[in-house]
């Protein structure tokens, strides 16, 4: 084709020419690595922010805006001027926010960490008055202390055997 070339522009390929494109065409179309077509059985997805349905590449989808998304920890597709002053490192539509409530629920703080709190300090303070108690006057344990049950203090066998010892030998001289 160069050779047919002057200074004007040809305005159709040679047969020549027409041929071997169509014989490279149907190589690559033919071929594995094939970037004409769009490859075979596969499904192209798109993420749309704001239809409610969570796709690839979203962490949440709530809805377009505000009034119509119902969860507080997702960003809809159109985030208000004050989310965006409030969360300046990434306030991003269809993504989760970082707000406290978000990241430690209310139903995690108050059904499982408040109540193992209040159990523990509760604990604590009971062992330490009955111990405080006990060391004292028992009145807590009066129960047992007043009743058909004595609480008898033993002595040490090699104490009692050393002061009875002591005892008979004081009493024989």
């Known amino acids: 084709m160069s050779s047919f070339l002057n200074q004007t522009t040809p305005d159709e390929f040679s047969n020549c020419s027409i041929r071997a494109i169509q014989e490279k065409l149907t190589e690559v179309l033919n071929s594995e690595r094939n970037c004409i077509q769009e490859p075979r059985n596969t ?3 798109i993420a749309v ?4 349905i969570l796709e690839p590449g979203e962490q949440c989808d709530c ?4 009034i119509s998304c119902n969860d507080p ?8 001027q004050a989310d965006r002053d409030y969360n300046t490192t990434g306030a991003l539509p269809c993504s989760t926010n970082q707000r406290k409530r978000c990241v430690n629920p209310p139903g995690l703080v108050y059904g499982i960490y408040i109540p193992l709190v209040f159990i523990l300090i509760a604990s604590i ?5 009955l111990k405080n108690d006990w060391s004292r006057d028992k009145t807590l344990f009066r129960h047992i202390t007043h009743g ?3 609480i008898v203090a ?3 066998q090699g104490v009692n055997s050393l002061q009875s010892s002591e005892q008979e030998a004081g009493l024989s001289s």
């Open 63 to 66: 809805g377009y805006d505000e």
């Open 73 to 80: 920890c997702c960003y809809p597709a159109s985030i208000s």
């Open 49 to 52: 922010c704001g239809n409610g």
């Open 43 to 45: 499904e192209v997805e």
């Open 148 to 150: 058909n049950i004595k």
């Open 125 to 129: 303070l009971v062992i330490v008055l």
């Open 154 to 156: 033993r002595k040490r």
